[in-house]
Structures are given as C-alpha cells and as structure tokens.
C-alpha cells in the first residue's frame, strides 16, 4: 500500500490535467463572458444613461406643526435628497470600505472580484450575486429589475462601465448614497439618519456611520432596533475594513466601536395625527398632482400642534376604550377636534379610533345630530334678538301638531318640569321644552340664519325640532360655530395649511387668517356666559376640576345616540363626537356627560397648561348687575348674595320689591344633556 504525508502528493493524481482544465474552462468563460458582453452591448435593451445625471427619485414631502417640527412625512419611498457635500467623509468612507474598497480605482467593474466569485460560483455548483461594485450597485437599484440572471448581470457591467465614462465617481457616490434601501422605511442616508438616530447625515459619527454603512447588505438582519447584536457585529467588520484600506488607524476604529450609539425613539406620532396627515395630503395631491407630491420635496406647514394632537389622540382612544369596557360592545368610533378660535387654525383633529381599519375622517365628513350641543345657537339667536341671560322661559308641557293626524310631544330628558325659568338655567340644565318654546317664540327662520351666520352650512329642517338638534352637523362645522362666540362675534374660517414651499423654498401658498364679523361682541359674550354656567351649575359640572375659565355644552341625541360635548376657553376651543357608524344606542344613561365630556376634560387636562389663564374679555357695551339667578330680579345696591351678571346696556333688570322671598334654587344632575 502506497503511503504519503499529507504534504505529498498522492501517486497518480492527475495534477497537471486538473490545472490545464480549470485554465481552459477559464479561458471559455473569459471569451464567453466577452462574447455576450459584446452582442448584448451592441444589440441589447438598454436605458439612457443621461436620465441618472437628471437623478429625480421618489422623495418624501414634509409636514411641519405651527411650531415648525416635522411630524410626518407623505412618500412612496421615504427619502430626502442631499448632495454630495452635504455628506461627511467619513459616511462615504465607511461605505466604501464596506462595499467596494477599490470604488476609485476601477471603472465600474471589479475584474478580479468578478473572477474570484465566479470560481466560488463553479466550484459551488451555485450562482451568487457577489463582486458587485458601487457603480453596478447603483444601476441595478436605478435601471434594473431585481432579478437573478447572468443576462441581468451582464447588463449591470455594461450599464456600469457606461456610466463611469459619463459621470465622475462623487456623482455616482451621491446617487448610491441616496438611493439606497437601509431600512426602518428610509431610503439614502439622511433619511436613515433621522430614523435611527434623530438627526441629520451631516451630523453623524463615524460610528454611526459605520453602523449605516453596516445595513447596506442586509437592512433587516443588521437592524440595530431587532438586531442589535448583528448590527454591532457588522459595524465592527465596517470599521475594521476603514482601518485596513488606511481610512482609520486601529485605534480610531476601536474608540468608534466602543462608543456609545444612542437609537431615536421609533415615531407614533405619524398614526397619532394618521387622519390630519391623510387630510393635507389629499389636499396636495388634489392641488399640486402626485408628481409635485411625491417627487418635488414640498414643505407643507400646518396649523397642528403636535402636543395638542398626541394628547387628542390619546385621550379619545381612552375614553373610546372605556366606554367599550363600559357596555360591553366593540365598534366604537368618535372625533376629536381642536381649534384656535382667534384664527381658526386646526390645532389638533382625531377622525376615528383605528385609521388602518377605517379612514374615513368623522371629524369633518360624519354629518350627525348634534342634539343639545345645538341649543347655543338657539339661544345666541334670542339674545340677538333682545333677550337677556335671565329672561324667564316656561319649562312645562308643550305639543305641537306634526301633521294632521299626529302630535308631537318633546319631552325632557329626566322626563320633570321645572316650569318658569330664566335663560341662564334653562342651557345650563338643558331643558328642552323650555328651549322649544323659545325657539317658537323668536321663529325659526330666525335660529337658521343665525346659524348660517355661525358657519353651519350642513342642510337645516325648517321646524322647531332643531331646537333639540334635529339637523346633523359635522364636527367640524359646530367647532367652528362656537369658535365665533368665543372669538367675540368674529367668525374664524377654519383651515389647516399656513404655506406650501417647494424644495427650493419658493412659496406656492400661504394662507393668512380669514376673520369675518358674524355677530355684535356682546350678543357673543352673553352667550358664553350662559355656557360657563352649564359648567359651573349645569350638565358638565365634572369639568370645574379645571380651575380654568371654561364655557360648553353637552348635547345627547334620542336614545344616546350621539354624545358631544363643544367647549373653549379664551384661547382654545375643542369638540368631541362619540357615536357608532351606523347609528344605534351607546347604552342606558350613556350621556354627553357620561361619554363625550370625560373625553374633553382628559384632552383639556393636559392642553390647557400651554395657554395663559384670563378671563373672556368684556366687550365696551356690557354692564354687570348683581341679580338674583332664580327670579332674575336684581338685587338692591349693597346685597352681599345673588351672582353678577352681564347685560347690554339698557337691558338690565328692575330690582326686586323689598321683603320679595327669592326662590330657592333646584338641584342639578350630571346625567342630563
């Protein structure tokens, strides 16, 4: 038996006919390979290299809040475009070390890399994508399509060596470097930057970079947000690989890898405000096309606040969830909006509880009965028309003839009567017939013009249950209806968009606040002081733990149908809307109250701190009055009870006879609209 070390060649072993085969199999290959290089590069399909020099990519348009943050961003691709002196050296460096350290060397293709893989490839029995350059890289990504072929590669190289005569190698760096895919949805390196590290690409560290550099291989398996042990096991290589091609010393590349890399945290706000961004870019596309929206990096900024919008957000998923735990039912939905009612600037807007499951935005499409949120502008109407805020109205049983053979009998919703009343009491509690019969005594005709002059511009039944909220209404359009009376009479038309620049920061748009004189300040401020009283005494008296100068109402439709509750302070103005899609009941003794209110006051909770607190301001043709509430008489000079009330000059009421007993006051309760 023949014996050998493993250093000796076995006897027989046909060496030298193993040697000359792999030469003329390379041989093949080299004259093959030139051979379909050749025809495929005088006969092939190809695109224009000149459409890479006029690179105009899918980029993201940005949203930016009234503070001018960004808060979201409209794409296909997220991107945004930087050029190449935007980007510090040590970014490119660590790309090019990672991913072609011979970039600026070669003319596009790497021979001896190509040789070396395609060896790996026939002694594989396989086929790998290995040996691509920068350059191939950056055509496949502009010019090809995604699959694995030896005719698609060899398109690569041409496509390559074409576009190196044509362009110099930073040109070709600064499309690679932002076109490239590295992950958590961003496409190129700024936009990477701000997803992972909060900032942008001129900022980045040379760890950070090579952590970035690290995902061009594999953006998923080296995330460092799920995979923070293979992301720092790839920047390690990356650095590694800077070191040997004489980018860092060793040591420069260890302090890097030590060094601490602190992640954004990942944005919710993007499905927090998912409806006012769907809103502004249906707004761009249908203005600008999707061109401009998708490839012109417009700057769009909004009337949002992004506090106010998160905690909106926030606060109507919570009490949506509540009450669903409440009731034991699913399919709850609501809307949430807030406003500046000096402006009318959209400050927040929740259309729904799940804008993946439903994207229809019920803060300014749902048309619902806003029941007694509706009284305000029944009652706004009777001041305008002389009353005062103790006017006696008489709360006692009432019918109306519908038709002829039918009568109709509003009722209250605690089914008592309180009988003679004075205005003030009679919103702060909510009495329908008492509301009814004032609607009947200042016509009809009268509350629908007075609401048209609001803003409401939704269709109104001529008839006297729109004094209960018989005439849906959007969110919207009520929110904007109680934001003139607390801007003083002056109607603020509400909008969400203060300008629209393009990349080069030229204006397209810009919208300036459009106020409109709807009603005298103090017909304005006489009604707010009737729905501070709803808080102070009334329906919502859960939200006096506010401490601030608030002034709303509740408004329950038949069957707690619809809940709402529309308030404001001075400076901010917000409206809930609780209700299902399709109409049916949210459950016995689900009020406004119940509901609606609760979400306002955890909303307003956490807003109100932002705004100053001051009283309403007092128009120059009011006086006050010391009076006292249940009778409406004023008091004699020098009477320490009663409460002080506003008046138009003229208006105020004649003193009560002395020795008149008043009469006492009535108990309210929280349960009512």
Known sequence: MARFSEFEEPVGFPWKKLLLLVIVLGICFMIGAGTALALLAQFGDFPSIESAAAYRPSVSSKIYDRHNRTVGEIYIEKRTVVPYTAIPKNVVNAFVAAEDANFFKHRGVDYVAIARAALKDVLSGGYSQGASTITQQTVKSLFLTPEKSIRRKLKEIILAYRIERKMTKEEILFLYLNQIYLGDGAYGVEAAS????????????????????????????????????????????????????????????????????????????????????????????????????????????????????????????????????????????????????????????????????????????????????????????????????????????????????????PKNYDGTFLGPIPMLEALAKSRNLATVRLLNDIGVDTAIQTARTLGIESPIERNLSIALGSSGVTPLEICAAYATLANGGEHPTPYFIREVRDASGRILESTEPRMRRALPPETAYLSVRLMQEVIRSGTATAARGLGRNLAGKTGTTNENTDAWFIGFSPDLLAGVWIGFDTPKPLGDRQSAAAVALPIWIRFMGRALPQFPDHDFPVPPGITFTRVDPATGKALAPGAGDGISLPFRLGTAPETAPDGKQRAPRRPTSDDLL
């Open 194 to 409: 701000h997803a992972y590290f909060g900032k942008g690409v001129e900022a980045v560290s040379i760890a950070e970079g090579a952590m970035l550099a690290g995902l061009a291989q594999a953006p998923t398996r080296y995330s460092p947000r799920s995979h923070i042990d293979q992301a720092k096991a790839r920047q390690r290589y990356v650095l590694r690989r800077m070191a040997d091609v004489g980018f860092l010393t060793a040591a420069e590349a260890e302090r890097a890898y030590q060094a601490r890399i602190a992640l954004a945290p990942p944005s919710s706000f993007r499905s927090k405000a998912a409806y006012f961004l769907e809103y502004v870019r249906v707004y761009i596309q249908e203005k600008y096309g999707i061109d401009a929206l998708y490839k012109s990096q417009m700057q769009i900024y909004t009337t949002i606040d992004g506090r106010l919008q998160e905690a909106a957000h926030d606060a109507l998923v919570e009490g949506v969830r509540k009450t669903e735990e409440r009731n034991k039912y699913k399919g709850l939905q609501g809307a949430i909006l807030a406003i500046d009612p000096h402006s009318g600037g959209v400050l927040a807007m929740v259309g729904g509880v799940n804008f993946a499951e439903s994207q229809f935005n019920r803060a300014i499409q749902a048309r619902r009965q806003p029941g007694s949120a509706f009284k305000p502008i029944i009652y706004t109407a009777a001041l305008d028309k002389g009353k005062t805020v103790v006017s006696t109205l008489d709360d006692s049983p009432i019918e109306f003839d519908r038709n002829e053979n039918e009568l109709w009998k």
